[in-house]
């Protein structure tokens, strides 16, 4: 072999540097090959449709999670294995949210997070269990996801049921601490599962904490117009309003009683759709002294701050909806390294098992009964100054709660 | 080809499909989703179906079909769930609901004159009426809804395996095939035709036109009733957006005239061209939309440029060359 200076001919200098580079092109395929398979999760939200905006969000939180897991180094307990999102558009439809189940069965999802809306989680859930694919819940209200037996199925977030009986101590702590100043409700709901699900629940337990239920009033989806609600409200002359609805009906509604001077103790919301940043900022006169029974982060958690800070580099707003399908990538994550593997039947034991701690939410530790966590919690929330504060738990607590509101 | 031959090729397509994705001997690839994007176009094709019969073949334009579909699907819920009926029982009672519900409507519309864009607004009003009393009646749940326990038996109407759900959806989108065909072929079909060209004219020719269109009514409402109990067998929940939700009556309507209505493969072939165009636009979803504003576009566009749909296409074609 020739190996002499020229013109033509190769230099050793450059030979040396060739020939490592070609080991190192060769090795490249060995050490590539080495790296542990990406394990895929399936994220199914109505990113387009009349709840769009909550499913981006939705989609913004997973993806954030799962960003944060692989520049973490993936799943230690895979080799490093990263997480890859696959992305689902369930349009708001139910089949349309089981065929997207099905695709992403068939590209190998080894968990699903969804779906924002009750009937598309449920046969999305459905469809998701014949292949015994774990399906983690990051919003979705009806106890009907948890309570068919399907053991694929998990909810971090705490459901209908426990967030009423919170919201209703609170309020009666509330009533209670400032004389018993309200004596009667009336509750404006959508006209969903959702709305009159909560609604109902509301409605019979209020005359545990003396509170009278005068009227339920639904509404549609959308409404565009709640003048006549407003106007039968003070006709009603109740102390508080409590509602349940979706965010642009939410937010009119409150602006509607405003305008038409309907003055309560109280307007007081569980799970309320549209109390976020976005309705407190844009809106403080309207918003300001509103109570909400909501999923909220815990404001004293530092790694909960970082996240806000990050999702509003981003240009979006911390809702409910990032830090739940936040936490719902996470609460996969760390099941992935307890199973140290990525096989459905596995990684649902490890979630069934799971005793993992949300950081950023006022929770406990997770212990999921029929796939239920018992260990999640809502907080109590008002808008104050144009801000949103925690009023309830105490330990939570950011500040301290103004009931009755001051008369306008 | 003939018609015949075509007919029978479809059909044998339409068996073998599923086959070629179904299970460790799929003879392509196994694919549940395939077999899902197949059942879903065969029941939008039936459903498209029930409302070509009554606005395709009679004239009879509904804005409101969603009002049988959700009927049949609460009626065979109600009994299965709240009365422990037999869904396949509950199926035979929700078809004959919508066809009673068909004839009722009729009754009341036609009777005193009812018809074009009126008869088109009477039944988006009672589908809209339909919706709010489910809302608030105690015996649908309300806005809560009504979950079927999962039970995945045949005996139940429900399937493990979703190849069963396609060749149900099949067998339903042959028998409406079969209804539109015959409806070409029979004298109650051709006193249908009559009424939609000019339904004085048939007066005058001795039909009873208030009696021909009830009939009508009824068995397209029998139809999508049918419909209505599949979707519920299927999904397992119902709610009243999803019962009498106005988006697919819309869905219904647009099958129909995008395949092209009074034809006897119209809703076959919008169906197809819709289910398909839905999932090739929904891949692009990572634009938040885009995909949807798509689809619309494209709709539009067929609407717009075909107002025989596409089988009206294929027959100029044909007679060109």
């Known amino acids: 072999m020739s190996m002499q200076t020229g013109r033509n001919s190769i230099s050793r200098r450059r030979f040396l540097a060739g020939s490592t580079a070609v080991a190192g092109a060769l090795a490249m395929p060995r050490i590539a090959g080495a790296q542990a398979a990406a394990v895929r999760i399936g994220l199914i939200h109505p990113v387009s449709g009349f709840v769009a905006y909550n499913g981006q969000q939705g989609r913004l939180g997973a993806v954030m999670a799962i960003d944060e897991v692989n520049q973490a180094g993936g799943i230690r307990a895979l080799g490093g294995a990263k997480l890859e999102a696959l992305l689902g558009d369930s349009q708001s439809k139910v089949e349309v949210g089981v065929s997207e189940v099905e695709k992403m069965n068939e590209a190998g999802v080894a968990a699903y997070v969804g779906c924002f809306q009750s009937p598309v989680g449920i046969a999305a859930t459905q469809a998701a269990a014949k292949y015994g694919t774990p399906f983690v819940i990051d919003v979705g209200a009806s106890d009907a996801l948890v309570s068919r037996g399907l053991t694929n199925v998990f909810r971090l977030k705490p459901g209908f049921g426990r967030c009423v009986d919170d919201a209703i101590a609170t309020l009666g702590e509330l009533n209670k601490a400032a004389g018993s100043p309200a004596k009667s409700v009336v509750l404006v709901h959508e006209s969903g599962e959702f709305g009159t699900g909560t609604a109902k629940l509301l409605a019979g337990k209020l005359p545990s904490i003396g509170l009278e239920a005068k009227e339920l009033i639904a509404h549609d989806n959308p409404t565009r117009n709640f003048d006549n609600v407003a106007l039968k409200i003070r006709a009603l002359r109740a102390d508080i309003v409590m509602m349940s609805n979706y965010q642009n009906e939410y937010v009119l509604l409150a602006k509607t009683l405003l305008q038409q001077k309907v003055n309560v103790a109280a307007m007081f919301s569980v799970l309320g759709g549209g109390f976020n940043y976005k309705f407190v900022r844009e809106q403080p006169d309207v918003a300001e002294f509103m109570l909400d029974h909501n999923h909220w982060f815990n404001p004293k958690s530092t790694k909960a701050q970082a996240l806000k800070k990050a999702v509003e580099a981003k240009g979006g707003l911390f809702t409910f909806e990032v830090y739940l399908a936040y936490n719902a990538v996470m609460l996969i994550a760390d099941a992935l390294e307890r199973a140290g593997s990525a096989d459905k039947a596995k990684l649902t034991a490890a979630l069934a098992a799971s005793t993992w701690t949300p950081e950023i939410m006022p929770y406990g530790p997770t212990r999921f009964v029929n796939g239920q966590n018992q260990g999640g919690q809502g907080a109590t929330l008002q808008a104050l100054k144009g801000d949103i504060e925690v009023v309830r738990p105490e330990a939570f607590a950011s500040a301290a709660a103004v009931f009755p509101r001051p008369k306008a | ?321």
């Open chain 2, 1 to 321: 080809m003939s018609a015949r031959a075509a007919t029978a090729a479809l059909l044998a397509a339409a068996l073998v499909y599923p086959l070629l994705f179904f299970g460790d001997g799929a003879w392509l690839v196994r694919s549940n989703y395939a077999i899902d994007v197949g059942m879903l176009a065969l029941f939008a094709a039936f459903l498209g179906q029930s409302w070509n019969v009554a606005g395709g073949f009679a004239g009879l334009t509904s804005f409101g079909h969603v009002l049988f579909f959700g009927t049949g699907a609460y009626c065979s819920t109600i009994l299965h769930v709240g009365h422990g009926v037999n869904p396949w029982f509950g199926w035979v009672a929700a078809t004959t609901a919508g066809a009673a519900l068909g004839a009722a409507v009729g009754h009341l519309t036609f009777r005193v004159g009812l018809r074009g864009s009126y008869f088109a607004l009477i039944t988006l009003a009672f589908a809209e009426t339909f919706r709010v009393l489910a809302n608030s009646v105690g015996f649908t749940r309300g806005g809560l809804g009504i979950l079927i326990p999962l039970d995945q038996r045949a005996a139940a109407l429900q399937f493990h395996d979703p190849i069963w759900f396609y060749y149900l959806a099949l067998a339903l989108c042959a028998s409406g095939l079969a209804i539109a065909w015959w409806l070409t072929r029979s004298r109650f079909g051709t006193y249908l035709a009559a009424i939609r060209e000019n339904e004085d004219a048939a007066r005058a020719l001795g039909i009873d036109v208030v009696r021909q269109k009830v009939r009508c009514l009824a068995l397209s409402g029998a139809m999508a009733a049918a419909g209505g109990t599949f979707y519920a067998q299927k999904y397992l929940y119902i709610d009243p957006s999803i019962a009498f939700g106005v988006d697919r009556s819309v869905e219904m309507l647009l099958v129909a005239m995008i395949g092209g209505a009074g034809t006897v493969f119209g809703p076959l072939v919008g169906a197809g061209a819709v289910v398909a165009l839905g999932e090739a636009t929904r891949a692009l979803s990572d634009a938040r939309g885009l995909g949807l504003i798509l689809y619309g576009l494209l709709l539009v566009a067929i609407v717009g440029f075909l107002p025989n749909g596409l089988v009206g296409l294929v027959r100029a074609a044909r007679r060109d060359a």
